[in-house]
C-alpha cells in the first residue's frame, strides 16, 4: 500500500474532505456489510468518542447499528434498501458517506452510494482492488491491493484510523 501512489493520494483527499465536512457542521455516515459493518461501526466511534485524546465529538454514524430498523426495512422492502433509506433521511449535501465493501459489488452498499449522490453527500468507498461497481459511483475510492477478503478489511481499518488521526489532529491541533 505504502507504494500506492494512488491510493496514498486519495487518502489524503479523503482526509482533506472529511476535515472540510466537519468543520462545516456535516455528518459523516458509514455503511458496510460483516466485517465492513464492525469497521464502519468502529470508525464512527473514533469520531465521535475520541482517538488519541479528549476533545469535543464529530457526528459519525454507522448506519446498520438500529436493528429494529434495519430488519423492518428489510423484511417490508428488502435488505438492499436499509441504508438508502437511512441515506435519504438522514443525508444532507456536503455530509459524506463512507461505504465499506471488500468486493465492491454488494447490492445494498450500491443503493446507498447512488442515494447519497444523489443527495448531493460526497461518496467514498473503501473496497478491494478491482473496487467492482463502487468504482464507477464513488467521488473518492480508497482501494486496497489484494483480494482476500480479511486482509482487505484489516487493511480498511488501517487506513480509517489514518484518516481519523489525521482529522483528529487538524480539526483539534495541540
Not at 462545516?24 to 469520531?47: I, M, P, R, T, Y
Not at 454488494?106 to 448531493?120: D, H, L, M, Y
Not at 480479511?150 to 484518516?163: D, F, N, V
Amino acid at each position: 500500500m505504502l507504494g500506492d501512489t494512488l491510493l496514498i493520494e486519495t487518502l489524503q483527499k479523503v482526509c482533506d474532505v472529511l476535515v472540510e465536512t466537519f468543520k462545516n457542521d456535516g455528518k459523516v455516515l458509514f455503511c458496510g456489510n460483516g466485517g465492513s459493518a464492525a469497521d464502519a461501526q468502529h470508525l464512527a466511534a473514533e469520531f465521535t468518542g475520541r482517538f488519541y485524546y479528549d476533545r469535543p465529538p464529530l457526528f459519525a454514524e454507522a448506519l446498520h447499528v438500529n436493528t429494529s430498523y434495519l430488519t423492518a426495512v428489510a423484511n417490508d422492502y428488502s435488505y438492499e434498501e436499509v441504508f438508502a433509506r437511512l441515506i435519504k433521511a438522514k443525508g444532507r449535501k456536503g455530509d459524506v458517506l463512507v461505504a465499506l465493501s471488500t468486493s465492491g459489488n454488494s447490492g445494498n452498499i450500491i443503493k446507498a452510494v447512488n442515494a447519497a449522490n444523489e443527495q448531493g453527500m460526497i461518496s467514498v468507498g473503501m473496497t478491494g482492488e478491482t473496487g467492482g461497481a463502487m468504482k464507477h459511483i464513488c467521488k473518492y475510492l480508497l482501494t486496497v491491493p489484494g483480494n482476500d477478503t480479511p486482509r482487505i478489511q484489516e487493511a480498511h481499518i488501517l487506513l480509517g484510523h489514518i484518516i481519523c488521526e489525521f482529522v483528529e489532529s487538524t480539526i483539534f491541533p495541540g
